[in-house]
C-alpha cells in the first residue's frame, strides 16, 4: 500500500511498515542468548548495541519489513536494505539464520541508529525505561511527529519493524514496486496532541 506524492521534500517524512501480518520468533538458542543485546525491561536493543545476529524459527513470508515477536527487533528483506543503497548507513543490519538451516540471507536484522516515537492522540502511555533509558510509548489515533525530526538523519527506528523515513528516501525506493510495503506519509504536528508535555525527541542508541 502506497500514500505517497510526488515531488517529495526533505521535510516530508513518511512511517514504513510491512503490510502482511506475518512476524517470527527467537530459536531456543536465540532466545536464550538474547540478554546479550536486549534490555531487559522494554525489550529493546541495549544502547550501544551494534548489528545484531539471530537465529530465527521460521523466517516471515509476507512483507519486507517485520519483526521478533516477544522484542523490539525488526527484520528487514536484503532487497529492501540494497535498495536503501546508502541510507543503510543510519541502521545497523545484522544476520539471520533459520533454525537447522544456517544462513538465511533473504532476511537481516535492523535496529536504528537513532530511535524516533511515533506519536498517537488516544490511549497514551509514556515512560522511560529505568535500565536503558528508552522512551517507552503507546498511543492509538491518528499517529504524527513531534517534534519535528531532524532531516539530517534520513532514517529513524520506529520499533518493531517500523522505519520513519524522509521523502527522499521514499522517492528513491521507487514505493510503488513494493506492494507489501506500507509507505504512509506522517506529517509534523506543530504540538503534542496526546497529553504530554514531557520532551519525546529522537534519541541516539
Ligand atoms: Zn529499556
Redesign the pocket.
Known sequence: MVDSEPGNLASDWYLLSGAGKSHTALSDASHSGKATWQ??????P?PGTGPIDIEVRHPPEDSPLSFISGSMLGLISADLVSKLGGAAKWLHVGSVRLEGHGDLPTWRTVHGQYDLVVRGNRSVGHWV??????N?YFALGSRYLYPAPDPAIEIYDGRMGRLVVTGAIVDNLDASRWPELDVRRIRVATKPRDGLTVPIGATRR
Open positions: 534490555c531487559s525491561k522494554c525489550r529493546a541495549r525505561c529505568d535500565e536503558c533509558g528508552r517507552v
